[in-house]
T-cell receptor, first 116, second 113 residues
Framework: AQKVTQAQTEISVVEKEDVTLDCVYE???????LFWYKQPPSGELVFLIR??????QNEISGRYSWNFQKSTSSFNFTITASQVVDSAVYFC?????????????FGPGTSLSVIP | DVKVTQSSRYLVKRTGEKVFLECVQD?????MFWYRQDPGLGLRLIYFSYDVKMKEKGDIPEGYSVSREKKERFSLILESASTNQTSMYLCASRVAGLGYEQYFGPGTRLTVT
């Protein structure tokens, strides 16, 4: 079975603090994709990043960075120097590579509040 | 820019009514999806369509049906709305193929009274 766990339901930080959102996944597949999406208060999920299971390199994009570790089945997301605009619900997701109709499994989401 | 639009942001319906939720995408994507989002449960897949007139059940299809007569439009139908279908409904589209990201609409918050 495939599953995505985001143990942190809600996080509050003060602006400019760093924050890490945890994501742990379960899959029996050896090949898969992992995603992060952001859902701001407007409601529309926005794609942030995709990693495939072959590539464990960490990635940095501005204030955002992602740490993918197959050994612990984790794909954590860190925001450096958080800003109020980072307030949103963040979803981690998993999909397999078996077919072109791969189903995406979403975690329950982590609600991040950045307080000015 | 990819744009996915949904017919309503907010909808209030009565128990037993037939409800239509419409989704339109403008990027010629083959795949389209309907999810419902509930607190603590994340997004759960109701149905998806990999091409025109093609559909597959997701994790929670009971009480729902879908229609995809044109590539850009994917409709979700609640045959007889019930209070447990009160939720946020999200539509998404994607290029066909492995691992592509999904593009989401703004959602429809449906309340069934």
């Amino acid at each position: 079975a495939q599953k995505v766990t985001q143990a942190q339901t809600e996080i509050s930080v003060v602006e400019k603090e760093d924050v890490t959102l945890d994501c742990v996944y379960e899959t029996r597949d050896t090949t898969y994709y992992l995603f992060w999406y952001k859902q701001p208060p407007s409601g529309e999920l926005v794609f942030l990043i995709r990693r495939n299971s072959f590539d464990e390199q960490n990635e940095i994009s501005g204030r955002y960075s992602w740490n993918f570790q197959k050994s612990t089945s984790s794909f954590n997301f860190t925001i450096t120097a958080s800003q109020v605009v980072d307030s949103a619900v963040y979803f981690c997701a998993l999909s397999n590579m078996k077919t072109s109709y791969d189903k995406v499994i979403f975690g329950p989401g982590t609600s991040l509040s950045v307080i000015p | 820019d990819v744009k996915v639009t949904q017919s309503s942001r907010y909808l209030v319906k009565r128990t037993g009514e037939k409800v239509f939720l419409e989704c339109v995408q403008d990027m010629d994507h083959e795949n389209m999806f309907w999810y419902r989002q509930d607190p603590g449960l994340g997004l759960r897949l109701i149905y998806f369509s990999y091409d025109v007139k093609m559909k597959e059940k997701g994790d929670i299809p009971e009480g729902y049906s879908v229609s995809r007569e044109k590539k850009e439009r994917f409709s979700l139908i609640l045959e007889s709305a019930s209070t447990n279908q009160t939720s946020m409904y999200l539509c998404a589209s994607r290029v066909a193929g492995l691992g592509y990201e999904q593009y989401f609409g703004p959602g429809t918050r449906l309340t069934v009274t």
